[in-house]
């Protein structure tokens, strides 16, 4: 029967193209596009990148009393966040890229068709999860123009300061609003990659090992039992059975290799999105409280509430899985029916890896259950001293 081949770099196919329009990754040197590639970055990063924060951190700073510092706060911080995420990106971008040849080498290893299901439950996961968060994102966009629409008076989709008066005139108020859609929209964007990437590999990482534990439960499968005359059978046997146990290992180390890329390239991302989700829905809660509920404003805060909540869930549920496939990997070699002891040799060199976000948090859901906590009990803090 002849098995469909797989690859899964083609789960972080959506995430390469942002990255792409983004001016993270260039043509070659020697191309006739490199320079106005680059050129064109420069533009598009020093024009939202740089520039949209900087409007709502002037602002945030330029705030007469509790209540604009609160309607500034949280959107400022998420900001803020993103663009240090988007940057950290542009550092391991580099890292991320080794991994194709990686993957392309555990691709090749899968042969069985079941192994090749699993591999590609993993890439079609990462993909959902990357549309999931795009639909939040999505609806978070919408809702904020909600914010200008349904206001009784003249007012931005987020509080922020601008070189000219924007309350001035009609063609002024334009100007102003047209920059935060456009710029809004391009940092949504850069955020979707920013947040979903380490799911994405994560799925990836998942998928390798399970299909690895499926190599290795198989082991063996097919022995001709002992007591059988034929020794010359039963060498040969044996021999392609010590190929494949050997075979099994390097996918261990390679499977290893990958997730210490994996580690370095989302370990900052992970600690990062913990730290602005805790703290966007803690001054959330304070903007509610002392400023109050602003209807035209309510369906975006529940938009961008469940946006934030719903990617670090997303994260910390793979990080769980990640460690169950680690331990599904030791059960299935007490499940190899090869009794040798060659086989305790793949035994000693599994370790039990975990994600961790900073190279301090575990990413799973009880971190999960203690940023929601600890957001909670911050507010609970803050509103005592009402």
């Known amino acids: 029967m002849v098995v469909t081949k797989i690859h899964t770099w083609k789960a972080f196919e959506y995430h390469w193209r942002l990255w792409t329009f983004f001016g993270l990754k260039p043509p070659p040197r020697n191309s006739v596009w490199f320079k106005p590639y680059v050129a064109y970055a420069i533009l598009l990063n020093i024009s939202v990148t740089f ?3 900087c409007t709502l951190i002037i602002n945030l700073i330029l705030a007469k009393n509790m209540n604009e510092v609160c309607e500034n706060l949280y ?3 998420t900001d803020v966040v993103c663009n240090i995420k988007f940057l950290n990106m542009f550092l391991v ?3 991320l890229l080794q991994i194709n040849q990686i993957l392309k080498r555990l691709d ?3 042969q069985t068709l079941e192994e090749i299901t699993e591999l590609q439950r993993g890439v079609n996961s990462a993909r959902n999860c ?3 968060v795009g639909r939040f994102f999505c609806v978070a966009l919408i809702t904020s123009q909600l914010v200008a629409y349904l206001s009784p008076e003249r007012i931005l989709m987020y509080p922020a300061w601008f070189p000219w008066d924007w309350r001035a005139s009609k063609m002024n108020f334009l100007y102003a609003h047209s920059y935060q859609l ?3 929209t391009l940092q949504t964007a850069q955020n979707l990659g920013s947040d979903t990437y ?6 990836v990482l998942i998928g390798h090992i399970k299909a690895l534990s499926l190599r290795i439960k198989a082991l063996g499968s097919e022995v001709t039992p002992f007591s059988t005359s034929d020794d010359e059978f039963k060498k040969k046997n044996e021999n392609h059975l010590y190929r494949e146990l050997v075979d099994c290992i390097i996918d261990h180390e390679t499977i290893n290799d990958l997730f210490r890329i994996v580690q370095q390239g989302i370990s900052s991302t992970c600690l990062a999105q913990f730290f602005c989700t805790g703290l966007a829905q803690c001054t959330m809660g304070v903007y509610t409280f002392y400023v109050g509920l602003d209807y035209s404003k309510l369906p975006n805060l529940i938009a961008y509430f469940s946006a934030v909540t719903a990617e670090i869930f997303i994260l910390c549920y793979y990080g769980d899985l990640f460690c169950q496939a680690n331990e599904k990997l030791i059960n299935s070699i007490y499940s190899c ?5 060659h086989r305790f040799l793949l035994q000693r060199s599994q370790k039990i890896n975990t994600v961790m976000a900073g190279n301090i948090i575990p990413v799973s859901l009880s971190t999960f259950v203690t940023v929601m906590k600890t957001a909670y009990s911050a507010f609970t803090v803050l509103n005592k001293f009402n």
């Open 337 to 341: 029916n090869w009794v040798d002891p």
């Open 93 to 95: 971008r580099k890292k």
């Open 182 to 184: 456009y710029g809004l």
């Open 198 to 203: 380490p799911q994405a590999y994560l799925v």
């Open 75 to 77: 959107h400022t911080i």
């Open 51 to 53: 520039f949209f924060p």
């Open 130 to 132: 990357f549309k999931i």
């Open 108 to 110: 090749m290893r899968a």
